[in-house]
């Protein structure tokens, strides 16, 4: 089964931390991310949103524009609300003929606080999960209508992080709900990326291969840390230069068919951890594994 190998901006540009590579600039970005091999990209805080401009300048680079990510607050307004809050970043989606939207849902979460440890995220009560899964639901099923289905991203600091949590969202959901099959976040969060690949390969619709270092990892358990610490602290980086087992994690979705995009996702800081340099090297890996497990990148 062919799969396609894309990136993230965040390595050259940090989304949740301007500072963290706001000087470089957008084309080159672009440039290094074919350099390095990647044939497509996801959206990051530079691009245009005019779906003609971004098309344009993505194809003067070679890439195409894989998704973007999106900030929901399902436990806190109606799916009509949420429609109406989506539409722009949906509509510039399907133009761009994007299959997926990254999509988190981000009430309450702690990710973008520096000052404040994970430990202090939102957690969902009983009473409010059978509210959150059907409003999920129905906006899973009117966004597969649409042509752009959701991969919901399981991210540290929001309320759905961990595997169990994972595991309740998608036993409570239709399959228009998809799974981001994010490794580094999983395991952060103390889970087995290989394992849940395994309990749901039929749901991934949509990867971030990121690795993590774990001497980082430890600390930032230990001492408590908060998301934009560890990542400052360098708890990701590419598939290939931490620990985790990447034929392991991605074996399950060869062997369920997986089609659809690897995302090198691996925020750090540039000026530690020079984007092109790391690009190359998460890309060499990706793709010797993807090809071992039999998944043929494209």
Not at 246 to 256: D, G, I, V
Request: with cysteine.
């Amino acid at each position: 089964m062919a799969v396609r190998l894309g990136t993230n901006p965040i390595a050259w540009s940090n989304d949740d931390l301007p500072e963290l590579g706001g000087d470089t600039p957008f084309e080159t970005c672009l440039a290094e991310a074919r350099q390095a091999g990647f044939t497509g990209i996801e959206q990051g805080n530079k691009f245009p949103t005019d779906p003609a401009a971004l098309q344009a300048v993505l194809g003067r680079h070679g890439l195409r524009f894989v998704s973007g990510w999106y900030g929901a607050e399902l436990r806190t307004r109606a799916v009509e609300q949420e429609i109406a809050a989506m539409r722009p970043h949906l509509d510039l989606l399907r133009a761009c003929g994007c299959e997926v939207m990254v999509f988190a849902e981000t009430s309450g979460t702690v990710q973008g606080q520096r000052s404040m440890p994970l430990m202090a995220r939102p957690m969902m009560d009983e009473g409010e999960w059978p509210v959150f899964l059907e409003r999920l639901g129905r906006l899973g099923e009117w966004m597969a209508a649409q042509g752009v289905r959701i991969a919901f991203h399981p991210h540290m600091g929001t309320v759905i992080e961990t595997a169990a949590e994972i595991d309740r969202l998608l036993q409570g959901t239709p399959d228009s709900v998809g799974l981001l099959f994010d490794t580094g976040h999983l395991a952060f969060a103390g889970a087995d990326p290989a394992a849940v690949a395994r309990r749901w390969s039929g749901r991934i619709n949509h990867v971030h291969a990121k690795d993590v270092r774990p001497e980082v990892l430890a600390r930032a358990r230990h001492e408590h840390w908060s998301f934009l610490d560890s990542v400052v602290a360098g708890i990701f980086t590419v598939p290939g230069d931490g620990s985790l087992d990447f034929a392991a994690a991605l074996r399950p979705l060869a062997e369920s068919g997986y089609q659809g995009w690897l995302i090198v996702e691996a925020e750090q800081d540039p000026a530690i951890a020079d984007p092109l340099t790391y690009a190359r090297a998460g890309y060499a890996h990706l793709r010797a594994v993807a090809e071992s497990v039999g998944l043929h990148p494209a």
